[in-house]
């Protein structure tokens, strides 16, 4: 099926947003690969800080782009960014209870699976978008900034929102004193004078 310029667009979008979740997905692992190996005989513990160091910073400065890109399919678990801001480095992560270990293992895992789940979601999306279903979907921060206007379907910003409010409860109220019903915009024709 031939996709029309609009929906290659949407394809086009999801596409990129499943990469950046997929890179997103792949640092995951590897910042768990790094905390996993340094309590292993015999390995560059010091290589392995600088290591972590560095994932720990592209996780920090991905996370934000891609939960701009992603709006509401974002799902990640809300706890993800302190696991990172968490774990200062490997020898004081080490040198707490084995406890403390195993709760960061568990919430790393946690939020793997809504890091998966948000993946699995955006593949759907686009996996229907290519089959020629409408997909709807909300321009993230950098595709507004291209002048992206995300799959259409009419969606509109809040504070668009709020003006359009604004004009039709004023528009109520210029046509209630315009039209006068039995009298009762009197006080109020009065007082602006007509």
Not at 115 to 140: H, Q, V, Y
Request: proline share 2%; net charge positive; hydrophobic share 40%.
């Amino acid at each position: 099926m031939s996709l029309n310029k609009k929906q290659q667009k949407v394809v086009d979008i999801l596409t990129r947003r499943v990469d950046l979740t997929r890179e997103f997905m792949n640092d995951w692992l590897l910042f768990n690969q790094i905390l996993s190996a340094y309590p292993s005989p015999g390995v560059n513990k010091a290589q392995l800080e600088n290591q972590f160091l560095k994932i720990k910073s592209k996780l920090a400065r991905s996370h934000q782009v891609l939960k701009d890109s992603l709006q509401s399919d974002y799902k990640i678990d809300g706890n993800t960014m302190n696991i990172v801001s968490g774990a200062t480095n490997l020898e004081a992560i080490y040198s707490q209870s084995e406890v403390a270990v195993k709760k960061l293992q568990t919430e790393w895992h946690r939020a793997f699976i809504s890091i998966n789940e948000t993946l699995g979601t955006i593949e759907d999306k686009r996996s229907r978008a290519e089959a020629g279903e409408k997909i709807f979907i909300a321009p993230g921060m950098g595709e507004m900034a291209k002048g992206g206007k995300g799959g259409g379907g009419g969606k509109v910003s809040s504070g668009t929102k709020t003006v359009l409010i604004l004009f039709a409860v004023l528009g109520g109220i210029v046509a209630f004193i315009v039209i006068n019903p039995g009298g009762m915009a009197n006080m109020w024709r009065d007082a602006i004078g007509l």
